[in-house]
């Protein structure tokens, strides 16, 4: 099974940008689609982009699409999660997921298999 772990967050201030990095484990990276999501305090996690195996085909939330962008690294084993024009209420931890099956762009959560520990972000205004 892979393990994976995200990098990148941080302060910013709004108006900014961040690239979040999550890295995968194993050799097995491209038998997933590779999602990203995140959870602000007192809210439900909520779905922001995946990608699938093939970088064929992407999904977004429909209020993220135009400033956020996902793409992956097979040499890398690595997914990321450019971020531009942020704003207070990008503030979350965000968390990057493996869904097994592969060809899928999902926005369940619940279909995600394996999970990252997550990266805070807090973006001031």
């Known amino acids: 099974q892979v393990q994976l772990v995200e990098s990148g967050g941080g302060l910013v201030q709004a108006g900014g940008s961040l690239r979040l990095s999550c890295a995968a484990s194993?050799?097995?990276?491209?038998?997933?689609?590779m999602g990203w999501f995140r959870q602000a305090p007192g809210k439900e996690r909520e779905f922001v982009a995946v990608?699938?195996?093939?970088?064929?085909?992407?999904n977004y939330a429909d209020s993220l699409k135009g400033r956020f962008t996902i793409n992956r690294d097979r040499t890398k084993n690595t997914v990321y999660l450019q971020m531009n024009t942020l704003k207070p209420e990008d503030t979350a931890v965000y968390y990057c997921?493996?869904?097994?099956?592969?060809?899928?762009?999902?926005?369940?959560?619940?279909?995600?298999?394996?999970w990252g520990q997550g990266t805070q972000v807090t973006v001031s205004s």
């Open positions: 194993g050799r097995t990276f491209s038998r997933y689609a």
């Open positions: 990608i699938n195996w093939s970088s064929s085909a992407t």
């Open positions: 997921a493996a869904d097994s099956t592969p060809w899928r762009t999902s926005s369940n959560r619940y279909e995600y298999d394996v």
